[in-house]
């Protein structure tokens, strides 16, 4: 499967507040916050959904086509993707911009508060898919994840016209769209990501019911946090696959995109869906033991083992086949 992720590629700037932000706000006073956090740490380091999903799909032995605008300062990162299997020849270098920037807070709690500058990401709206398929050959899936909304608008009016399964993952855009724009990139999707803050979010930004998103999406995959994943689909009952247990999260940013690049690439070489959703924790898991969104490192034996440890024999069994091509 030829999988195109189109998204924000970002250097992350992440700082660790050793105490709690929720003792730091004052109920009666939240119309008027004013508040600095001292930081212990400053990391910096790669990111961006886009480049930290299409790095997840290369670590699992893909060769997914990165779509996204940067700056010229993307040249570092650029070699980077490149040694982990990523395809960067559809990335639009504007001259002139910097590449976005993503600065983020973390509590001890695991809380965080971020915010993003997307620079030269504002040009993404000129790229074609057509012309990426033109270059690349057939695509066969299209992740539309956080990007300059116009950029999501038309990649995902792209997908329709082409008749392109494509997978909506609004996240953090949710808050800057519109209802009509919002209902506009879900339509239709072969799958839609969500965390369970964003849910609910979605649910308002649109005017649907759960029920009224099921019934315009495949599937909807919804992260919990430690307590795993809910999958939904149209006619089917719920299920929710477990987290992998007794996980030591240094640093929580990224791990929702190292899922979703685990339950893609499973996806991709013809894993059922709740068994995707394993592998998508399991390596969720693994993003979750680093700092940065990219550091982590994984091959077929802990994989295999991290599987069997969580899930079962059964489990790790039945996943074999997608980590047979992993040294």
Not at 43 to 67: H, K, M, Q, S, W
Not at 234 to 256: F, I, L, Q, R
Request: net charge negative.
């Amino acid at each position: 499967m030829r999988i195109a992720v189109t998204g924000s590629i970002a250097v992350d700037h992440l700082m660790f507040f050793p105490g709690r932000f929720t003792e730091q706000l004052v109920p009666d006073r939240l119309h008027s916050v004013s508040l600095s956090f001292l930081c212990d740490r400053l990391e910096t380091r790669r990111g961006g959904v886009a480049a930290n999903i299409a790095l997840g799909l290369g670590r699992l032995g893909l060769t997914p086509l990165l779509v996204g605008a940067v700056g010229p300062d993307f040249t570092d990162y650029q070699v980077w993707l490149k040694q982990h299997g990523v395809d960067t020849d559809s990335v639009l270098v504007v001259p002139g911009g910097h590449t976005a920037r993503f600065v983020c807070t973390t509590d001890a709690d695991h809380n965080q508060i971020g915010a993003f500058h997307p620079g030269a990401m504002a040009a993404a709206c000129t790229i074609s898919l057509h012309e990426v398929a033109e270059r690349a050959g057939p695509l066969d899936l299209v992740v539309v994840s956080p990007n300059d909304p116009a950029a999501m608008l038309r990649h995902t009016e792209e997908c329709r016209t082409a008749a392109l399964p494509f997978v909506a993952d609004p996240s953090q855009q949710i808050a800057r769209l519109n209802r009509a724009d919002v209902q506009f990139l879900l339509t239709d999707a072969r799958w839609l990501f969500t965390n369970e803050y964003e849910s609910a979010l979605l649910q308002e930004s649109t005017g649907w019911t759960a029920r009224g998103v099921l019934e315009r999406v495949g599937t909807w995959v919804t992260t919990l946090g430690a307590a795993g994943v809910l999958i939904e689909r149209s006619g089917h009952e719920p299920v929710v696959v477990p987290a992998v247990p007794d996980v030591t999260a240094v640093e929580p940013t990224g791990a929702g995109d190292a899922l979703r690049a685990g339950m893609l690439a499973a996806v991709a070489r013809g894993a059922p869906v709740e068994a995707a959703a394993r592998l998508g924790c399991v390596l969720a898991s693994f993003a979750l033991e680093s700092v940065g969104t990219q550091e982590y490192t994984v091959g077929a034996r802990s994989l295999a083992a991290r599987l069997h440890g969580a899930y079962g024999e059964r489990a790790a069994t039945a996943l074999a086949p997608v980590l047979g091509s992993l040294p």
